[in-house]
Structures are given as C-alpha cells and as structure tokens.
C-alpha cells in the first residue's frame, strides 16, 4: 500500500510538472496502475491507448502505466487478453487508476460454425478456431498448407513441390476406401467458394458430428469454415504487404551418386574388369554432371497484397487485391496469381442488413512434362546435356555416347515446350438478412461461382516429344458454373433461465460442367495456336449437370448457460442418386455441461476459468461419386466405320444410395488461470454402406461398378494444449502444442471381395480386420551374408492351399506369389501434430510452426530405380544411407545385396525391402517479427508497420532416406515415388497500415 | 416487405431450377434407347466398336490389347504357321509358348471384351421389342449376331473343341443384362446349341434388303457362321447347306488372283468379304496394331515370321499367289535373307497396307473362301470325296494353279486322305487368320512345332489341356460358380 501511495505521490508530482511544461501543447500525461477485479493484483502487460489514435503503451510489471494523451477529450482503452476492455475518458485527470474485469469476452467470443455463429461457451461439438493470426506463417498460395500442424486431428500433407499445388488435408482419418476426399470447404457461410489465404479472417475447424451433421451428405469428411475479413467500423485503413523470397528444391536425406562414386559402385557389379572396362571405359569420369543442380535451380517467390478496410455512413467494406509469383524451381515451371475481393456490409435498415462479397481469381501455371521431374534424378553424371560448345543439346536413341537408359534431354525440350494451365473462378456472395421481430429473422444466402481452365500444350518440332508428328498442340477448356442459395428462418427467445434459439432452412444447389478439347499434329514452331494444326486429330468433350436440395433445422437449449443442448437435422436428395434412394437423413445430438458455471465451482474460479464437458452423435454421409452411376448408360463416344457408336458402361443399380457415418465424441475443455486452453476429445466414427467400387466379373461384361458395400471404423484420441506461458510487460511466449490419431479398421466388405490397390506392382489390401492402408507384399528378410543374395519369405502351404509356414528363399516369383504376399506394415500414423510457439520481447517475436508425424510406413518406390543394385544399370544411383552397406564379400552381413549387372535376382522389385519409417518433424516455417515502435510511426503518419524474415522448410527431422517423408495418397497412401520436391524457402517482408 | 417477398421469390426459383431428375448428356439409358433417333443403330455400333477399341480394364489402359488383336494373336501364335523370333515382355509370349496363366493379361482383356461385347448386345435386344419394323428387325438380327460370335469365340479360345465330347465345360452364357454375378459354366453342348440358335435367330431376323455392308453382320454373315459352327459340330449337312446358301449369294466372289494381295490389305472394297471389322483411319493402332508384329516397313515391330514348314510347302509351287503374301527382308546383297536370333525375317503382309498405310488393316472376321473350304470338309467327312477336292481346287485354281497342281482322286498333293487333302489346303488359304490349331485339334490331330523359333520344340497332342486357355483369375475371384480349366 506505502508503495502505491509514493507512486501515487510521484505521479502527481510528474503531473503538476507535466502541466507546467506541456500545457502549450494542450497535451497532458496520465499514469496510474491497472489492476484484477478479482484479487486486486496488478496487470502488467494491459494495453493502453489513446482511443482513435495509434499512441499507447504497455503496463510494467507493478501494473503501472504513463502516457502523453492529446487533450482533456481524450478517451484511454485499457485492454488485456482475458479481460474485458474498459474505455475511460481522461477529462482533466492526471491519474487513472483502474481494475479490469476477467472477461466473458472470450467466453462469449463469435465463432461462425456454418449456418449460425456461436459464443465459445455455446458450442457442443468438437470445434477448433483459428485467428488470421494463428494460420499465417509459411508463404504459399493456400491454406491448407498454412493449417499443418496446427489442429489436432488435421492431417496436412503437401506431396507435391509443384508451384501453385495444393496440399491435401484429411480430418479425423480416412472413412472412405473409393470415395474419400477431403473435407467440405464452407467460405463466407455457403458451402464452396474460392479465397485468398490473406484474406481470411478466421478458420473454424468442424470434427464431430455434433458440428458437422448439418452439413449432412456431404460433411463425413469434416468440414472447414472459412470467413473472410470485413469492413471494419472504424477509420479506413490500408495495409501494404509485400513478401519475397527465394525458393530451392531440399531432398533431405536423399543423395545421389556423381561420376566417381558410381563408377566405383558399377565395378563392384563386373566379376570381369575385362567386361566393366569396355562398358565404362575409364574416360566416362571424364564428365561429372550434376543433373540434379542443372534442372532444379533456385527460384523467386513472391506475394504482394494491398487491403483497405473502413465504413461510410451505412456502408462498410475491405478491399483486397492479391499478386502471387511462385518461381518453380524446376525448368521453366512457375505459378501466377492475381486475386481481388470485394466484401461489402450494407445496414439497409435497423432491420435489414445487406451483405456482397465478391472474389475473383486469375492464375496461370507453366506446368511440365510428366517426364521432367523424375529424369535429373536417373540420368548419369557421366552424360552431358551441352554439345561441344556447351549449348544444350538435342538428344534421342541415335546420339552417340550418350549412356543413360532414357534418350533424352529435358533441358532442351524446356527451351521450346509449353504445359500452360490458366484459370478464372469468379464468385459473387449476395446475403439479405431481416429481423422481422426482436427474435425472428430471416435470412438468404445465394452465391454463383463461374470457373474456366484452359490447358494448353506445345511441343515443339524441335523436341523428342514433337518431332515425330511434325510438333504437337493440344488444349482443353473447361467451364464450371454453380448457384447455390441458402434461406433460413432463425429464432432466439429466453424464458427466465431457459434460453432457445435455433433455424429451420432450405438449401438448393446445382453444378453444370462443361468441357471440350482438340489435339492436333504438324505445327509450325512459335505457331502455338489451333488454327496453325496442319493435322487435326481427336476431339473430346463433356457435360455433367448435378443437383441438390436440402431441408435443415436446428435448434439449441441451454439453462442458466450451465446445460446446453444441441439437434440439428438435415434431409438431403442428390441427384446423384436413383430415385429409390436419393433422399437421405442426417443428424446429430450433441450436450454439454458448462461446470465451470455451476455455483459449486466457484471457489475454483480463479484457476479454472473454464471446464467444459460434451459430447455427441451424429449420422452424416458422403456422396462422392460421379454422377450418374445407377443407370446403364450407353456412352456414346466412339466411332465404328465412321459412323456413331456407344456402349454401356454401368449395370443399372436403382439401389445405389449413400455411404454413413455415424460419429460419437466425447470431449472436454479446459482454460486454466485464464490464459492455458486444453481440449480433448476421443472420436469412433463407424462407417457403412461404404461407396465401393466393386468388381465384378468379367463375364457381366462391366469391370466394376459403384455399390454400397462394406464397413469402416476410424478411432482416435486428440489433444490441443496452447496459451501464453509467460506474460509481461515485454515478454511474452506462446506455446500451441496438438496431438491426434486416427486409427481405422476395416469390419465388413462383401463377400469374398479383397480390394487391392496397385501402383506398379506395389499392393495394399483392404481386408476386413486391417488397417485400409495395409501394405502387401513380400517379405523382405535381408541379404544372405554367403552370396550376397536378395532373400524373401516364400509361403509353404498344405494341400488344402493354407499357409502353414514361411521358409526364406530367394526367388523372387516365389516370394512374389500371391499365398507368399504378406501384410507387412499399414501407411497409417500412430500419431501426428504440430508444435507451435512464439516468443515476443518488446516488439520482436520470434514464432516456429512445426508438424511431425510418427509411426507410418512410407513406400520408397524410387529405390526401385536407383538403388537396384544393378537393375537399372545406366541409370544413376542413390547414395547410401547412414546405416546401410553393400555385401561384397563372403561372410559380409549386409543392408544391401550384392551388386550384379542387369540385377540381382529381381532384388529390386517391391517388397518390403524399401518400406522405411515414415515419422518426421518438421519445422516449417521460423519467423522473425519486428513491429515498429508506434511513436516513431505516428510521426509519418503510418499506423502500424511490422517487418520479418521467415523461413519455411528449413529442418526435417526424420530416418526415411528419400527426399521427403511427406508423402500424399494419390494412387497409394504411403507411397513415395519420384516428384516434383518441396522447397525451402527464404523470405523478407514489409507490411504497413495507414 | 420487399426484401421478404425478394427471398421468397429466390427460394422459389432455385427450387424449380435444382430439381433432382436430371438425365445424363453423355449417354443415352436402356430404357429411351427406342425413343432416341438412330440410337440403336448407333449402340449396335458400338458392340462393333468394341472389337477394335483399346479398352481400359478396371480403370487401367491397355494401350497394345484390341479384341481384334488378341482373337488374332491367341488363336494364331500357338500354331505352325508363325514363329516368334525373340521373348517379349507382351503377353503374347504366353500365346506363343503355351505356358499360359490365369492371370494372363491378353486372355482376361479377351475374355471381358468378349462379354461386353454379348452385355451391350443383350443391353440392345431387351431395349427394342421384335416386330416394330424391318430395319429395326434387321439390327436386331445383328446383335443376337454378335452375341454369337462373341459367345464361339470365347468358345474357341476356353472350351474344348465339340467334338472331344459335349459334357466339357463351355462358357458362360450371359443372354440377360440382368443376371445374377454368379453363374456357372454352360457345357459345351449347350454353348453351341446356343450359338446356332442365335445365329438362326439372326438370319431370320436380318434382311437382304436392309444389309449395310461388309463392315456389319448380314444374313450372310450369319449363315457363314452357322456354316463354321456346324462344320466343328460335326453336323455336316447343316454346314454344307449353309456354305452352300453363302457360296450362292450373289453378293459374293472369289477375287482373281491378280487382286489377292489386294483383297486381304483392302477388305472393305474385296469381293470375297463377308464380314470384316472395320478399322477406319483414326483405328490405326500403330505398332499395337495385329500387322504390326509381322512386317517392319518404316514402322512395325516385326518379330514374328512365316514358319519353316508353312514356307516349305507354299514353296512347293512358287507360282502359288499366297507365298506374295510372305516378303523376305533381304540384306543389303539383295539375296541373303535377313535374320532376328538366327531366325529368317519373313514377313507376313496379310494385315497390313489398308488404304496404304502400313500398320492399318481390317480383319476379315468372315470371307468366302472358308466357305468352300467348310463345304469341303464336310462333304469329306460324309464321304463325298469328288465334291469336296471340287471345292478346294476352287481355291487351289483362284491361287493361280492349275493342272498336276490340283487336287485328284489320285493326287492328293502330298496328303494321305481326302480329309488331309483338305486341312492342307484350309491351311494353306486361311494361314495366319487364326484357324490353324483349331482345325488339327477338333480333327484329333497332333501339330508338330518342331521348327525355328522360340516355342518349346514339340509335337502338340491334340489332347493337350494347354490347347486352350485358363478361364481369367479376375472371373474366379467374383464368380463362385465359375470353374477353371484343367
């Protein structure tokens, strides 16, 4: 108490000398200290500005503050996270001390959950937000990319360096073997829509039924709500940000041999130096290209964007405009994006708000060659792509001296060769509300988006890919359009404790796809247009047209704001389906109990600011399947002696309806002294009625068809924990930790159905009581440390054809037979998540975003090829791994069998050999912050400006020896073949608000 | 009020405009295929389509498999007229070797076009009602035509030959789109009893007046089948009728000799085809294409040859316009003949040149001179033997021999009955058109593949399990009814 007196006493005294000195600037300084309602305990750290203005400071650690304010009228804000914000005006006080109040605020925080918008407290299901701020970090052109690792239960995968690639995202598993997709994307409240990353405002996460039900047939995959920002009601600001950067292929563990190294590895396959000698001659060594470092170089990226956010009268609105350059690293690869949004707010009335957003992309994409990303790593370093007088060269079957398998040089075909892709997607929001009576209101949502994509290839005359039909063109164009309207009749009333809200809802929808394309032979070089075809040869086109209409309804209870209540139900009819079957029902109960309210918890209060118990459960479906599938449709798109001609390609299946999830969560959240937020949750999604594609026989004369079979349970555990560990004055750090798995098993398939998925010999099998992701394949047991021979297991069956004991052997078609595939390890992680931090002094922040995975098997399949031992002579080979060793001699134990010239017993065909661990860690993105100090701002008449550096991708903890251990599902989960690689990326950026 | 009314009217509008019943614009259903203009015209196309299309199976492309193809290379490669000269890594190598698997890709490709080609058949004939109209009679016809001739292929290709008895396993016989997955093999006996009752269906159906062409299935198309499928029921009055009904048509005539070459490279203009499978332009299949293995000009894989034996006595008399059809690489001395492996590069040119471009060609799935080769054997069989040496040296003069050449009672030209005389001769007319090993093996007769190439060099019983082919692994694995061969 002495101290606040003397300080008390020293504040007057500085604000009787303030007066003196400042009173001819009509200026006056103001200090005091701000305080917990609750325990009277100073606040440090609480924020104190001048309101409208951008002068402010920070209290110190006693609580204590001091600022310039401009004049008597002068209005302070006192704000701190987890506490309400208290506006005072200055008048003629010198001193202004205050207590804050713990804040509902935060309880009572707007989380936009889809169809409705809920307070944090209100919300049963299992539901995560992220701010703006959460998600920014590394620099990529989506934003799916920007959530790895930063929810518990999302599984981010970016599988692909490509620029302009999006990454795939999966929630809470896979449910589906054929129909699996991801999540359903809802922006600005209407289900689709396309966005800028940097323009969005918030990211909620739906992951259980009690969440996601409302989305009914289309929601089994979870749900991702995007909200773009709005115009804000105060003075119009613009903000200027600018980020560059370069970019630069990392291939991580992966290594491949130059001319030395393989050479010396090639002798060892020669029992003749005789024979190895008139292959290789010694004069091979005397090129050493690295072909890699030639096709892959480093690139620029970079993102520039410009937003005005503000209000006039009745109007308010954020303009934003986007500009995205991704330099590809490989070749002549890039990515361009230009993106403007419109978001306008309109207050009709008291009664009537108007809402238009309208967002339009252009992107361009100079793609590749199928053949390009692969060929650098297999050409031999002792090939050059340079003619003598280092021009890049032609090259095919007939140049002489050039060793590798593959005649090529993709450097010469990049000179000429175009792979162009270019799009325009166009989306206008109208969203009309009306509150007809203090609790009643309607509103109507409706969106049209238009897309169109042309590709575009040119292969030049010149080319190895052009010249034997004279130069190649061929393009496509695809258009999409789609209208969607959403109307909803919402209700809110209170009775005493009991409070009721809800909505009931229609929803229509229709998609219309359009494409058409032509390639022709004999083009002119440079001519890159049809017209300039010599020779035209096929044409191709489609046109597929789906619907949808939905009834949905929810409503929700809750008494005293202790006991919440949540049904929601939807009944949706698809065209997609035959008419027995095309409606379906959809639902979910969710409840929880609010304990921190309860008066018995109270004396709690101070630790535990939040305890939080739900649950739910819930029926949702998917519907992901091309259109049309349940009739016998007869294609015709074929021609016989030139006349019109089609088949069937479906049997008729009136019955084929959809796939089901029924989802129960069980979850609890916890917010621990106001600032530590802990959430768990434990999920069992059951899936029936699975959309499989299933073969038929042969003799039905339709390979496969599109039934309703079989049954898969996906269960998990998640865990997010995530606060501000310290909070001072001027420190403070922030510590995001999350953890999920998703395990799943297969229950039923029909009878006697095995799925197999195949890529290139390499199998997964999907059998009931397994993993979906179940690799099948021989067993690999090592080398034989007598001869250096491959060695399997081979299945010794009894007469009746069941196993009944392994022995080794090395032979690979032994090995290779169907009774020899055994299920050796499943793609699934035990478990993955992300690790997120940010440590601030003053106004620098230093933040790390990372994402790790543990526990799957990854497929190398690119081992198949270079590290073969000698299979795949005259393609380059991969380094050694730490670890591994090469047999040679008799007696040698040994990773690697012998090599021999043209390969050792088939030891590189798939098997288990080259299933490594998968787990990782990765830190993907490392970023500096510096936010200028705001009084040297103010005198330039810029609000805020931050600058940063960042890195994204620059560590990777793992043992997988190839280039990255993040590997996506498109053919296999689990399988890592050649690709395009990721890159790190180095980047500087500006950002101004004024 | 305005805003309501504005919501409500939106509401309405897109109700109307999202309504669920949308009809496909890629394709027509079962059930309007009546209704549509031409539209069965153009699904009975398609089941022709089929047999020369690359199809995708279980969503994968096989870029070298048509039907065309592999009927071709399945029945032809195993026998003594063709040699391969190297190992490959197509399928075919299984055809050539006889080491055959379940899983064999060109057997499980042929046995699942074989069947799309009877479901769109069976698809067309349960769309259409019988009796609307003559030309709607008449597609009809070709369907259950279709349905036939998949249904014998399949036949000649899994089943054992008729005549090695009836209660053999056959095919599978699908007549309804509808059946149920599971079905078990018919016998042989029904097989074929189903076949002809489809073709005489067929006939009767289809009219004169409404053919269209060589290039589609005409009453005497169904008649030249029935002819062959009576002939390997050994019911040979029914076979020599049939021939007899086909030989008599005036649609029809040997070509002269001068136009051999002619009539094999350009089908659809030869006189002598009955039916053949279209391959227009754009069918060009390249080096996927069945010419394609037996000539390199240009373009070509040119790995397979005209055997030793089958050169040997096509020698016997050079005059003999059928060794044109056979063209020797030579070297650059311009005598020695080329070698692949130690093996003579004789090229075959019965499938190539169409319109001039090398690796274009329509197969003949039927042409006049099986039929006299049909009549021959038949009356052989029944003892005719004047009537049946008539009709092969129909054949032997139109090659341009003539005199001591020809076929007597007395000169059988080196066979040892009437019968061989006219296995030599069908041999000989209809080498590399894939009736070589069917013809020894449903006459009980060995083939001796003791002769340059990489087939295991053996005499082939003709009773062999391996004469035929394994029912697919995919049908086994999804038909629980379905049975495999020994």
Known sequence: MSRFILSLRISTLLFCFCIIALQGYAQQTVKGRVVSLLDKQPLPGVNVIVKGTTTGVVTDFDGKYSLEVPGQDAVLVFSFIGFESEEVPVASRSEINISLSPSVEELN?????????????????????????????????????????????????????????????????????????????????????????????????????????????????????????????????????????????????????????????????????????????????????????????????????????????????????????????????????LNFRSNLDFELSDAVRLTTNFNITRDKNNSYHWRWPYQPFLYLPYDTPYDEEGNIRYVDANTPGFLTRDKNNILHSAQYNDYATRGLTMNGDVVLSVDVTPWFSLQTRNRISYSNYRNDTYEDVRTIEGRSNSGILSFGVTEGVSGITTNLARFYKDFGPHHLNGFIGFEAQQWTSESAGANGYGVVSGIKIPGGVASPQGISGTKVQTSAQSFLSEVSYDYREKYFVSASFRRDGSSVFGANKRWGNFGALSASWLISNENFFSSLGKTVSLLKLRGSYGIVGNDNIPAFQYLALYNFATQYNGGSAGYPETLPNPDLGWEQTKAADLGLDITLFNRLDITVDGFYKDTDRLLSKVQLPPSQGIAEVWRNAGRVVNQGFELGIGGDVVHTQNVSWNVNFNIGTAQNQVKELPEGTIINKVYDGVKQSVRVGEDINSWYLPKWVGVDPENGDPQWEQAVTDSEGNVVEYQVTNQYALASATSSLQLVGTATPDFFGGLNSSLSFKGLTLSVSSAFQYGNLVYHRTREFVDADGANFNFNMMQLADGWSRWQNPGDVATHPKPVFGGNLQSNRPSSRYLEDGSFWRIRNIMLNYNLPGALLSKVKIARANIFISGDNLFTFTKFSGMDPEVGSFGLAGLSDFKYPISKQYLVGLQISF | MKSRILSIAILVLLNNACSLDIDPFEGVTKENLAEVTNALEYATNGAYSLMKDQLPYKGVNDFRSTYARNLHQMLEYPSDNVTLSATTTDPLFAAVTREHFPAQENSTYMWYVAYKIVNTANQNIESVEEGISPSSDHLLGENYFLRAMAHFDLLRLFAKPYSHGTDNPGIILRLNSTDPDNKARATVGESYEQVVSDLEKAAALMSRANGRGVEYASKEAAWALLSRAYLYMEMNDKAIQYASDVIESPKFQLVPGEDYLNSFWNTPSSRESILIIKHTLQDDRGTGSIGSMYLTDQIGWGEIYASEPLRQLLGQHPEDVRNDLIVPQYASDGVTVETRNGIPKYFITKHSYQDGVVTLNSPHVLRLAEMYLNRAEAYAKLGQDQLALDDINVIRQRAGLSGDALYSLTNLQGASSVLGAVLQERRLELAYEGHRSIDLYRNKLDMNRNFPGVQPQEVVSWQSPRNIYYIPQDELFTNRLATQNE
């Open chain 1, 109 to 337: 925080e707007v989380i936009v959950v889809g169809y409705s918008a809920k307070t944090k407290q209100e919300i049963t299901g299992s539901v995560v937000n992220l701010s703006a701020e959460e998600i920014k970090g590394v620099t990529v052109p989506n934003l799916e990319t920007m959530l790895q690792g930063k929810v518990a239960g999302v599984q981010v995968t970016s599988a692909t360096g490509a620029p302009g690639a999006a990454a795939e995202i999966r929630i809470r598993g896979n449910s589906s073997i054929n129909a699996d997709r991801g999540p359903l994307v809802v922006v600005d409240g209407i289900i689709g829509g396309s966005y800028n990353p940097n323009d969005v405002e918030s990211v909620t996460v739906l992951k259980d039924a009690g969440a996601i039900a409302l989305y009914g047939s289309r929601a089994n995959a979870g749900v991702i709500v995007v909200t773009t920002k709005k115009g804000s009601t105060e003075k119009t600001e613009i903000t200027v940000r600018s980020t560059v950067g370069t970019r630069q292929i990392t291939t991580g563990n992966f290594g491949l041999m130059n001319a030395q190294q393989l050479y010396d590895t090639e002798r060892l396959m020669f029992n003749s130096s005789a024979v190895f000698n008139g292959i290789r001659p010694a004069t091979v060594l005397e090129t050493d290209t690295d072909w890699l470092d030639l096709a892959y170089k480093t690139g620029i990226v970079q993102n520039h964007n410009i937003s005005a956010t503000g209000s006039s009268g009745k109007v308010r609105y954020y303009l934003a405009g986007d500009y995205y350059d991704e330099e590809g690293t490989l070749l002549s690869t890039n990515y361009q994006r």
